[in-house]
Each structure stands twice: as structure tokens, then as C-alpha cells.
């Protein structure tokens, strides 16, 4: 079996065409040849259906993550929602207190009244099945979490959901499937924001489903893909697999750095607490040993001196750039309790940092500078 370097940079022979291109062309028709049997002879009928570009960002994500099917959305918010639209109404959900905001929004905005949950610490594994009830149809998964870096057993939900019939989904996004693969535990599906990792340069935007089998569930997704429409262009696709071929590289750099960070602000005074899997003193970092292939490009840490000087730190550092999102080459730095709003159970003293491709010594240097500037 191919290694995950290689699924990346050979994807482009999965949609190999007469003309010899090294790369995928893009391919913008959204409308495709029907001969006269009423056949696609070319295997495309429409653009929002399938596209040439999507199949083959659609077949490499599917190896990637060892599955057997994979739907490419065009954003990781959609590709989620497609698995709120896809269960029935009244089903009941299980999903982590520390939910990606977004979705914990569109939980409570957009299908409440339609759809029942609730948010749980999926770390605390005693406590999971007394939640289950006649409603339960699934359990939503978030490892690593955003932004408390959270880890989820992945084989314990997988077999609880199985003993109890349910629908599991782990949102990989903070891994990508470099670091880790959930179907191999058992779960149903996987979900990423292909805006993050995959995209790595922070300009494209994007989601996608992998399943693991190809039932009645997934039958219905793929038909909330093909007839909702949220699909990714052709050129977002083209970004997409550009990216990939590098992804391995980018996602190990990432990880070497985010250590060397966190090893830095873990021995740091003004630092009350690195969150960071790859540390011992990660409350779960047993379970990230056993599942993960490494601890990510993700930190999120707790400043001594409290909020004010947590801004502080955000708006003086000059190779952090203060902006959501993450993944990308360049390091961002975020105050999160501020985006997430009021309502956040996010600690005020937090940042989340996505350690980028820079040289370490420059982002540490940065940090140091910084740290040693902050107000009484
Ligand atoms: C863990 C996680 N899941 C899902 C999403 C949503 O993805 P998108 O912004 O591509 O809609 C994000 C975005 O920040 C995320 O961090």
C-alpha cells in the first residue's frame, strides 16, 4: 500500500486524461457530453454533481483517510451541516462542550427545535453513556479539540457507539490525516476543514466527509452534497491538490515547531499553562500517543497576568499575525474568548496559536521579546 507522501503527490494520475499533464487542469465546464444513448461518455453529466477537479480531490482525501468515499464541500462549516441535515428529526446528538464554535452555533441557531443534544466532556469517558437515551443517533467527535486541545478517545467512542447503534463523526480538522486516521478506530466518518491543513496557505476555503462504509447514512449526504449544491469550484479543488502534495512536509514542520514552541513557553514565568498534546503533562497525553502520529501545529496557552496581558501579548508579537483561522504556513495568534463571543466557556487568558513554517529561533525570539514586555 502507498504511503500517505506518495497518495499525495500521485493524485493527479487518478484523473489522467489523453492530453499528458503533469498537473490536474482545471477543468471549469459545468456541463458534460451526452451521446446518443443518453450516456456521459466522458463519466461527468454536470458540474455541481461531479467535476473532474473534485473527483480527483475526492479520491486522494478517500486514500488518505482510508476510506471508501469522500464528499468535498465548500467549507468545513457546510460539510458539518450536511451531517446535522442528514439525521432525522427529534434524533438526539452527543457533541464535546468544547465544540468548534461553529458548529455549536449552527446546533443552537439553526437546528434547534429540530434536533437534540447535548455538550459533553467526551474526555471524561465514565460519564458518556448515561447521556445516551431513545433518541441518540450520534456521537460528534472533536480530537484534537478547538481551542482547549482536547483529546478524544477514538477506539473507546467508536466501540460504545457501536454497542449502542450509533453514528459516529470526528472532526480531524486539528490533525489532518497525517496525524491521524479515525476510520482505523472504527468510527463512520470523518470530517476536516480543508481551509486548515490540507489548503495549508490560507487561501482557499473548504470542507469534506470521508466515510468508512458507504450506507444509508452516506447515501444521504451525497445527496445533500449533489442536490444542496455546497461544492467546492473547480479552481478550489485545483488549490486544494496543489496543496496536498505537500502536505506531509508542511504537517511534520508544523509539528517539530509547535514542540520546540511549547517546550519554550512551558518553561516560561509568565505562562500559567501550555496546552500542547505532545507535553506529559497533557492530561490525555496517552491517548494522543496511542492514536496520533504526532501532536499537531496547535497550542493554546494560559497567561499568568490574565486577559489584559493575554491582548497584550496578541497585539505586540510581529511574526504571529493576529487573525482567526489556522493551518496555514504563516503563524497566526488569537485571543479566542474575544471571537467566540459572551456566551464562551473559553478561558479569558487564552490564546490559540497556530505555529506556522517560520524558522523556530524567530519564533521564539519573537515570544521572548514580548513576554519580557508585558505590563504590571
Ligand atoms: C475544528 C474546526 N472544525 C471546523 C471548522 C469550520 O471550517 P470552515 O471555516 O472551513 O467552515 C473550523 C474552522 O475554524 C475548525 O477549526
Redesign the pocket.
Known sequence: MLKPETIAIHSWQLNKINTGDVTTPIHLSTTFLRDENGNYPGGYMYSRINNPNRASLEEVITQLEMGSSTCAFS???IA?MAIFQALKPGSHIIAPDDM?W??KKQLLSIFEGILTFDFIDLTNTENIEGYINEQTKLIWI?TPS?PQLKITDLEFIASLAKKHDLITVC?S??ASPILQNPLMYNIDIVMH?T??YFGGHSDV???CLTTKNQDDFWLKIKNIQEIGGAVPSPFDCFLLLRSIKTLAYRVKGHCENAEKLANYLNAHPAIEKVIYPGLTSHPQHLVAKKQMRGYGGMISIQIKKGEEAAKFICNNLVLFTQAT??GGVESLIEHRASVEGPDTKTPKNLIRISVGLENIDDLITDFKMVLNKIPN
Open positions: 467549507s468545513g462549516n458539518g468548534y461553529g458548529f472533536e478547538n472532526d480538522t486539528f476543514s481551509t486548515k476555503l473548504g470542507g483561522s489556522l
